[in-house]
């Protein structure tokens, strides 16, 4: 198993395919929750995805997102997910923690926003997110906006 970081261009169509599923898989299907899981967000030239696969499958994947797409003039990361067969292998952290990397390299020293699920408070703040402002609805289901302070 081997982390990627790449812009949409750089995708080949089985792995998008599979990220792709993943997605669907944990936010649609598994979370029983319809939205537009497709929202051009992916190909933002400076999207990057982060991907770990086992085989042709992606097990692990996040999206980060520049300045200004989600957040005014701050980078965010999104789209943080692990298939279930996967979540035994405490990948989420390390997941978020190459997300923060790949904002370091680059947007450096620049804060970094989330709107997290509001049941994932608590694994966030272990990252050193905190909370900011009240939950709101987000596809029906609580979310928070969080920030990693990086300046």
Not at 67 to 78: H, K, L, M, N, T
Not at 101 to 109: F, G, H, N, R
Not at 119 to 139: P, R
């Amino acid at each position: 198993m081997q982390w990627q970081v790449v812009t949409f261009s750089q995708l080949d169509t089985l792995t998008l395919y599979s990220l792709l599923q993943l997605r669907v898989d944990v936010f649609v299907v598994e979370q029983n929750c319809p939205y537009p899981e497709l929202d051009d967000r992916d190909l933002e030239l400076n999207t990057r995805h982060i991907i770990l696969k086992k085989g042709d499958k992606v097990i692990a994947y996040a999206r980060v997102l520049a300045p200004g797409v989600v957040f005014e003039d701050y980078p965010a990361i999104g789209r943080v997910c692990v298939s279930q067969t996967a979540r035994r292998l405490s990948l989420g952290q390390v997941l978020v923690e190459k997300s923060i990397d790949v904002i370091a390299q680059l947007w450096p020293a620049t804060d970094i926003y989330i709107s997290a699920q509001c049941y994932l408070e608590q694994f966030y703040q272990q990252l050193g997110f905190n909370a900011a402002g009240e939950s709101y609805l987000e596809d029906d289901i609580p979310h928070i906006t969080m920030i990693l302070p990086r300046a």
